[in-house]
């Protein structure tokens, strides 16, 4: 029997299972996976309609990091809704064309 199911891809925060625990505390179905997984993956995980969301989560990077890591592109493609969390945020607004800019 497949569950509905929100997808958490950790970009390697400190919160990730507090964020897990806080989605399952309201009886939704989720896991938690690396930030690098492969578009194709994705797409496999939404098969079937079960895939109710994403949620991006954070990390100390900054997007002006050379290094960084970004999200698979199918994240966007699903046409599932997607939360940004910190980081999560950043890579999104920045992925989909926006401008991330320091707080004064």
Not at 70 to 97: E, K, N
Request: with cysteine.
């Amino acid at each position: 029997m497949a569950h509905d199911k929100i997808l958490i891809l950790d970009f390697g925060s400190q919160v990730t299972q507090l964020i897990a625990r806080r989605v399952r505390e309201a009886h939704v179905y989720c896991e938690v996976h690396p930030c690098d997984v492969s578009d194709e993956w994705l797409w496999a995980q939404a098969e079937g309609g079960h895939l109710k969301g994403v949620i991006l989560s954070g990390s100390h990077a900054s997007v002006y990091e050379e290094s960084t890591d970004r999200a698979p592109q199918a994240v966007f493609d699903l046409g599932v809704p997607v939360l940004g969390i910190c980081y999560g945020m950043q890579t999104m607004a920045q992925q989909l064309g926006g401008v991330v800019e320091g707080g004064h």
